[in-house]
């Protein structure tokens, strides 16, 4: 009889193993071939399979990446085979995690397809730092929004500006600068709170909070690099790093 072979699409969460779900647990303990990105925590792996294969299919801005078209036709083959595949993606697989093109591909080809979601950078970095990323009297909500575009354009700053949500940026580091004019130009105080975190909920954990006028100038003095998260909005003030400074000034 003919084995039926299935697509996994496992999200890992954050980078701290503690966050991977049970789902995500489960899955990697089925899969006969397992296809990690660059930015999973490899102690993950601890949940595979002795005998699974473990393909890097990494893609970390400015290196070599393997081509996402290659990917999805690794995942038609090795599941026409009748293996089980775990494709394990950091943070959640449909934020800023190209799930939804692999989920597509793999419509398309007839292969069975199971999503399992995880915790994505957007909630367990900046809960690490202790910034909710809503709250009542601060932000009635929040954006979450890529500031690296595939066409090299740029989001509409001026908009997300004026949306009065807390904006929480992936992939923004390199264009830090830039991010910060739009926002500027379109109507955002330099006053609003801003904050970056690099590495979110691992031990290499490192951040920084300033304003929309000081936050490239702490990023660069602190060596902040990809990958990082930009986090602006009332909400950063909460960090205990900001309460704690304001504590000390009380108590002066």
């Not at 966050?19 to 102690?43: F, H, N, P, W």
Request: glycine letters at 12%; aromatic letters at 4%; charged letters at 20%.
């Amino acid at each position: 009889m003919e084995t039926k072979g299935k697509v996994l699409l496992v999200g890992a969460g954050p980078g701290d193993v503690e966050l991977l779900t049970l789902k995500a647990v489960r899955a990697l303990g089925e899969a006969d071939v397992i296809l990690i990105d660059d930015l999973v925590s490899r102690e993950i792996l601890q949940y595979a399979r002795a005998n699974a294969r473990i393909i890097e299919v990494g893609k970390r801005g400015g290196c070599k990446s393997t081509p996402q078209a290659f990917i999805e036709k690794m995942l038609v083959n090795f599941a026409n085979e009748g293996l089980i595949v775990a494709r394990l993606k950091g943070g959640d697989p449909f934020v800023f995690g190209r799930g939804g093109e692999e989920m597509l591909a793999l419509r398309e080809a007839g292969v069975d397809y199971e999503i399992v979601p995880g915790i994505t950078a957007g909630i367990g970095a900046t809960s690490a730092i202790e910034i909710p990323v809503t709250h009542r009297s601060l932000s009635h909500g929040v954006t979450f929004v890529t500031g690296h575009l595939r066409d090299g354009s740029m989001p509409n700053w001026q908009a997300l500006a004026q949306s009065g949500t807390t904006l929480v940026i992936y992939m923004g580091i390199a264009n830090l600068a830039s991010i910060l004019e739009g926002l500027s130009a379109g109507g955002m105080s330099m006053d609003t709170p801003a904050a970056a975190v690099q590495a979110g909920t691992l031990p290499t954990q490192r951040s920084v909070i300033g304003t929309l006028g000081t936050l490239e100038r702490e990023v660069g003095v602190a060596h902040i690099s990809s990958p990082a998260l930009i986090v602006i909005g009332k909400v950063v003030n909460l960090a205990r790093v900001v309460a704690e400074a304001q504590s000390m000034r009380d108590a002066a």
